[in-house]
């Protein structure tokens, strides 16, 4: 059975900053794109940040310049550094892995419960 356990939320003033893990079980996904999203009340999930099996990422507009996404393959787990945090960070942050082609394109096949970021200003 898969698993992702995010980890690392928490309250934290403007301006500071937060790392998040995500520890997965059940599968390796060393080898497939691995992601993090957030969803805050009455929003849609916006993805945070993606990495490819070969380490490439990408972020969101909002998020640029800030975020950081990394992986360690020999643990099965991805992390997120977080820096100038702002109020408009505050969601539900989920971690998402393995990605299957469907007709509208790459979607994760695997999601944890996500970890509360809160950020006060």
Do not use: H
Not at 46 to 75: E, H, L, P, Q
Request: charged share 20%.
């Amino acid at each position: 059975q898969v698993q992702l356990v995010e980890s690392g939320g928490g309250l934290v003033q403007a301006g500071g900053s937060l790392r998040l893990s995500c520890a997965a079980s059940g599968s390796d996904f060393s080898i497939s794109a691995m992601g993090w999203f957030r969803q805050a009340p009455g929003k849609e999930r916006y993805m945070v940040a993606r990495i490819s099996s070969g380490d490439s990422t990408n972020y969101g507009d909002s998020v640029k310049g800030r975020f950081t996404i990394s992986r360690d393959r020999a643990k099965n787990a991805v992390y997120l550094q977080m820096n100038s945090l702002k109020p408009e960070d505050s969601a539900v942050y989920l971690c998402a892995a393995g990605e299957s082609w469907t007709p509208n394109g790459y979607q994760f096949d695997y999601w944890g419960r996500g970890t509360q970021v809160t950020v006060s200003s």
